[in-house]
């Protein structure tokens, strides 16, 4: 069964400042897909980044970028630029190919410092 | 299109009784997922659709809970004879195959 760790159960980060959350999976799979999903407090869970393990690049969406390691099962998500909003807690997610059932992390919760 | 709506948003319920949760995804979508999600985890799978077709059901899923998706449009999750452990914020999500999915807000049980 595939696994998802989140190591970091809390970080936090000085606005304007990057911060970059770890995740790492355990699969057999060669083709799989990988989320992160944030969820504010009290609020719907949304996504982030999806990211294609058979794509070499890192997915970037505006100020969210992933490094992907496939061949160390990583998965980082780095925030830049880091604003108020920000402050959620964070989920890393794996897909297999047929993309169904997702598994999650346990999160990382973010706190942004003004 | 208004995203994934779930309903009720609360439900408290003594225990053993049954409940019946509904999800309506976006409409473009043909998968439909539940999760259940406990203070401070993250989501575990309870099942999936695909139009009308229930694709996977976690073994760890007892019989007291079922899904439906009648004619691939919205679903209803229903648990029977509830129990404390089942105090928990039911995710609903939907999407299309191979992208993420697009949550709704949750269903909160309490089970008292």
């Known amino acids: 069964a595939q696994t998802v760790t989140q190591s970091q159960p809390e970080m936090s980060v000085q606005e304007a400042e990057t911060v970059t959350l770890s995740c790492t999976y355990d699969?057999?799979?060669?083709?799989?897909?990988l989320f992160w999903y944030k969820q504010p407090p009290s609020r719907q869970m949304i996504l982030v980044i999806r990211q294609e393990a058979y794509k070499q690049q890192n997915a970037t969406e505006n100020r969210f970028s992933v490094n992907f390691q496939k061949a160390a099962k990583s998965f980082s998500l780095k925030i830049s630029d880091s604003q108020l909003g920000d402050a959620a807690m964070y989920f890393c997610?794996?897909?297999?190919?047929?993309?169904?059932?997702?598994?999650f992390g346990d999160g990382t919760t973010l706190t942004v410092k003004p | 299109d208004t995203g994934v709506s779930q309903n009720p948003r609360h439900k408290i319920t003594k225990r053993g009784q049954n409940v019946t949760f509904r999800c309506d995804p976006i409409?473009?979508?043909?998968?439909l997922y539940w999760y259940r999600q406990t203070l401070g985890q993250g989501p575990e799978f309870l099942t999936y659709f695909q139009n009308e077709a229930q694709l996977e059901k976690s073994r760890l899923l007892s019989d007291r809970f079922s899904a439906e998706r009648p004619k691939g449009s919205f679903s209803t999750l229903e648990i029977q004879r509830t129990e404390q452990g089942d105090s928990a914020m039911y995710l609903c999500a939907s999407s299309l195959v191979r992208y993420g999915y697009t949550f709704g807000s949750g269903t909160r049980l309490t089970v008292v």
């Open positions: 699969t057999s799979e060669s083709d799989y897909y």
């Open positions: 409409s473009e979508h043909n998968r």
């Open positions: 997610a794996y897909s297999n190919a047929n993309a169904g059932k997702s598994t």
